[in-house]
Each structure stands twice: as C-alpha cells, then as structure tokens.
C-alpha cells in the first residue's frame, strides 16, 4: 500500500504560479512513477503530467506543456508540480498517482491516489 496526501492548492488570479507537493508513504521502497491528474467541474479525470523513477522520463498534456513543470524528490517520496501562467481553465481538483511501472496517462494504469487538492483560479 502507498499512502499520499497532496498540498499546495488554493485560489489564484489568472497569471499567478502554484506549487503542489505529493508526499507518499507506506510501500515506497520499490521504484514507482508519479502523475498528476486533474478533474474539473462536471468532467473526467484527465491526465496532467508523469515523472519516471529517475526523472529520466516525464510527459505532460499538451494543454500544460510549458507552464507546469513536474519533478521529485527520492530522498524525500515526494513529487511536485510547479504550475505557472495558471489560466481559468486549470481549474480543478488535482490528484496524484502512483504506478509500478513506466510512465503511462491512463488514470485507470495507476494503482495508488491522493485524495486530491482544489486548485481555483479566478479570471
């Protein structure tokens, strides 16, 4: 079992940066990727980013590519997702993910999750 627990949420004005953290627990001695994904009001969850075990693989949706960066911290079983240009439609509650295995965007691949943290960003 992993246990995670996400922080760094809140309401933003259009424009501003966001940093949220995931920190896991439990069964974190084996190598596992992180993601991030996001649900908005009234909408599927959706993949945002994902961070290999040794960072040597990271993917991002399109609709984030050059405004969220996602990183991690071995050392401290944490991930981070450093939002910046945050618009309106980032809007949502963010969630991450844990999976034993490479990096992958469906949220059914993943085995683990946060209970999620409310990201509002007003215009």
């Known amino acids: 079992q992993v246990h995670l627990v996400e922080s760094g949420g809140g309401l933003v004005q259009a424009g501003d940066s966001l940093r949220l953290s995931c920190a896991a627990s439990?069964?974190?001695?084996?190598?596992?990727?992180m993601g991030w994904f996001r649900r908005a009001p009234g909408k599927e969850r959706d993949f945002v980013a994902g961070?290999?075990?040794?960072?040597?693989?990271?993917y991002y949706a399109g609709s984030v590519k050059g405004r969220f960066t996602i990183s991690r911290d071995n050392a401290k079983n944490t991930a981070y997702l450093q939002m910046n240009s945050l618009k309106p439609e980032d809007t949502a509650v963010y969630y991450c993910?844990?999976?034993?295995?490479?990096?992958?965007?469906?949220?059914?691949?993943?085995?683990?999750w946060g209970q999620g943290t409310q990201v509002t960003v007003s215009s």
């Open positions: 993910a844990v999976r034993y295995g490479t990096v992958l965007t469906g949220s059914s691949l993943y085995d683990y």
């Open positions: 439990g069964r974190t001695s084996s190598t596992y990727t």
């Open positions: 961070i290999s075990w040794s960072g040597d693989r990271i």
